[in-house]
Structure formats: structure tokens, C-alpha cells
T-cell receptor, first 112, second 111 residues
Framework: QKEVEQDPGPLSVPEGAIVSLNCTYSNSAFQYFMWYRQYSRKGPELLMYTYSSGNKEDGRFTAQVDKSSKYISLFIRDSQPSDSATYLC????????????FGDGTTLTVKP | NAGVTQTPKFRVLKTGQSMTLLCAQDMNHEYMYWYRQDPGMGLRLIHYSVGEGTTAKGEVPDGYNVSRLKKQNFLLGLESAAPSQTSVYFCATTARTYGYTFGSGTRLTVV
């Protein structure tokens, strides 16, 4: 069983929809939770990070972490065609040389 | 512009050939990583470095070697390429324990 499991998708939504992307994990030592966006044939780029439990909002994006359930989510409001990409969740432990463990990614398509 | 530069961007190798992938960063970060990305398997850590002159094995190190002689450069070597090493290789760096900056990747095909 993988340490980080990500809803596989793919997801296809109409423009303006609210999107929910989710990951579960098994390692209770994870402290940092990240979301990356990866456009086709590009490297991943850091979208948001959260430390421990709670919510964090950045424009149309909201990251949620529920450590008691070992579950994290990324919500995208008012989705745009430019949001079409693969989204990767990642997690790390502070004392582990900065190494992150990644989910396999969810591919999102937002249709105009 | 600050960032991570990977060379080459594309390469086709024959089985048994060797090559070196170069990662260069101008962000003055201590931590550097090499990942491979394969369909359905996500990003898997090959090797990493926590500072100049240090390297360590990641999740899938077999068939690869690395060197970090200078802080800004992290080299990934394939001594004898195999078709199973066909993949997209990403270099990443960070100054913290979270949040990487990735390079644009190297697409390697071994035939």
C-alpha cells in the first residue's frame, strides 16, 4: 500500500464549477502538505502548502488538511480552462532531509 | 531568472549506453533531488543531496549514480542504460523542508 493515495481521476468539469481534489495518507508523521500543478510536458510548480491541520486560502484555491482522518483536499472555485492540468499532492516530515512523498496525480480538464 | 535548469531536455539512448543528466540551480539551496515520473507511478525519488559533497539513496536508486561536487550542480548518471529507465526525470531543489522548485524535466527514451 502506498503512503499517499490520490483520487485518480481524470476529472472533467464545465467552466465555473467547483473542483475538489483529494488525497489520503497513512504516515501520521507527515507535517507539511503541498499541492503542485503540472501542465502537460512541464515540471510541477508549487501551488500551496499547509503546515499541520487546518485550512489555507489563496485566491480561488483552498487547501484543507484533516490530520485526524489523514485526508487532505484542494478546492478550486470558479474553475477556468487555464486550470486544466495534473494536480499532485505531496507530504513531508520536517526532519527527513526535505524529502517529499507524492501522490500519483489527478488530471483535471475544465471545459469552456 | 532564478530557477532550476536541466540539460538535456530530450535524449534517446541505446541499451547499454551511458549518459549524465545535469541539474543546475541558482537559488543557493542546500537540498537537491532527482525524481523520475512514470505513468501511474507518480514521482519517485532516485537520489538526493543535503549539501555540497553529500549524496544519499532514495526510493529507486538502482542503476543510477549521482554527484554533487558544487553546491549549484547535481549530476545524475546512468552507467548502462536499460529500457526500464525510459522515463521523465525531474530535478528539484528547496531551502526548506517543504515546497520544491522543479526543473522542466528530461525526457529519456532507452531503446
Amino acid at each position: 500500500q502506498k503512503e499517499v493515495e490520490q483520487d485518480p481521476g481524470p476529472l472533467s468539469v464545465p467552466e465555473g464549477a467547483i473542483v475538489s481534489l483529494n488525497c489520503t495518507y497513512s504516515n501520521s508523521a507527515f507535517q507539511y502538505f503541498m499541492w503542485y500543478r503540472q501542465y502537460s510536458r512541464k515540471g510541477p510548480e508549487l501551488l500551496m502548502y499547509t503546515y499541520s491541520s487546518g485550512n489555507k486560502e489563496d485566491g480561488r484555491f483552498t487547501a484543507q488538511v484533516d490530520k485526524s482522518s489523514k485526508y487532505i483536499s484542494l478546492f478550486i472555485r470558479d474553475s477556468q480552462p487555464s486550470d486544466s492540468a495534473t494536480y499532485l499532492c505531496a507530504m513531508s516530515v520536517e526532519t527527513n532531509a526535505g524529502k517529499s512523498t507524492f501522490g500519483d496525480g489527478t488530471t483535471l480538464t475544465v471545459k469552456p | 531568472n532564478a530557477g532550476v535548469t536541466q540539460t538535456p531536455k530530450f535524449r534517446v539512448l541505446k541499451t547499454g549506453q551511458s549518459m549524465t543528466l545535469l541539474c543546475a540551480q541558482d537559488m543557493n539551496h542546500e537540498y537537491m533531488y532527482w525524481y523520475r515520473q512514470d505513468p501511474g507511478m507518480g514521482l519517485r525519488l532516485i537520489h538526493y543531496s543535503v549539501g555540497e559533497g553529500t549524496t544519499a539513496k532514495g526510493e529507486v536508486p538502482d542503476g543510477y549514480n549521482v554527484s554533487r561536487l558544487k553546491k549549484q550542480n547535481f549530476l545524475l548518471g546512468l552507467e548502462s542504460a536499460a529500457p526500464s529507465q525510459t522515463s521523465v526525470y525531474f530535478c528539484a531543489t528547496t531551502a526548506r523542508t517543504y515546497g520544491y522548485t522543479f526543473g522542466s524535466g528530461t525526457r529519456l527514451t532507452v531503446v
